[in-house]
């Protein structure tokens, strides 16, 4: 009331600027995003990301490539070796996540006193995994640097989670580079015992 302005500038703003924003991972797009928009797209985003993510492992596998017949038209409808690697991104995925949620309520319970503080955190993880869709034109146009551009998308996807954490807690940067670490911390074990087992991952 004392400014005359708006709270959230992103409000006047169009979405293709509050995207750019978003991408460059600024606090206020993310808040804008999050707090000021009605976008119930994060089991969708969530999946398709974990889709995309199952792809891209189903394609390294040996056995995939190995079958090259043209006539053999629903060769990826029988693949049941897709569905066990959507399956493994999932258990990772909730593995990842199970970790960012035990660090943060571990270091301060206070923040996360309700179930909708839980449901809020969760929608802005997911929210802000959508750095993972970028693998699809990483895989479409592969190249000499594809491992390189799939570390570069791991990273973008980490800060984005780093950046939603903290607009969501209103927390300082230390503490969700802290969580992101124990969640991957859990996610590589839960890689290493799968690996144990004898699954490829």
């Known amino acids: 009331k004392s400014c005359q302005k708006p709270v959230d500038k992103y409000i006047e703003y169009d979405p293709v600027i509050i995207l750019i924003n978003a991408i460059l991972c600024k606090a206020q797009a993310y808040r804008h995003i999050l707090f000021n928009t ?14 995309c993510e199952a792809y891209l492992r189903w394609l390294q596998l040996q056995d995939s490539s190995q079958n090259v017949d043209p006539d053999d038209l629903i060769r990826y ?12 991104a999932s ?26 503080d839980f449901i809020l955190l969760l ?11 970028l693998l699809i034109p990483a895989v479409i146009w592969e190249h000499d640097y594809t491992p390189l551009c799939l570390a570069f998308i791991k990273a973008f996807v980490l800060i984005s989670n780093s950046q939603a954490i903290r607009v969501t807690l209103n927390l300082n940067r ?3 580079w802290l969580a992101i670490i124990f969640g991957l911390i859990l996610e ?4 290493c015992l799968f690996q144990k087992m004898g699954w490829d991952v």
Not at 188 to 191: A, Y
Request: proline fraction near 3%.
């Open 91 to 116: 258990l990772e995925q909730t593995s990842f996540l199970l970790g960012i949620f035990i660090t943060l309520w571990w270091m301060r319970p206070e923040m996360l006193k309700t179930k909708s």
């Open 174 to 176: 230390m503490l969700p």
């Open 123 to 133: 929608k802005a993880l997911l929210l802000s995994s959508y750095g993972k869709l």
């Open 38 to 51: 009605k976008i119930n797209i994060h089991g969708k985003l969530c999946i398709f990301c974990l889709l």
């Open 188 to 191: 590589n074990g839960v890689v």
């Open 77 to 88: 409808a029988k693949e049941w070796d897709f569905y066990r690697m959507f399956g493994i």
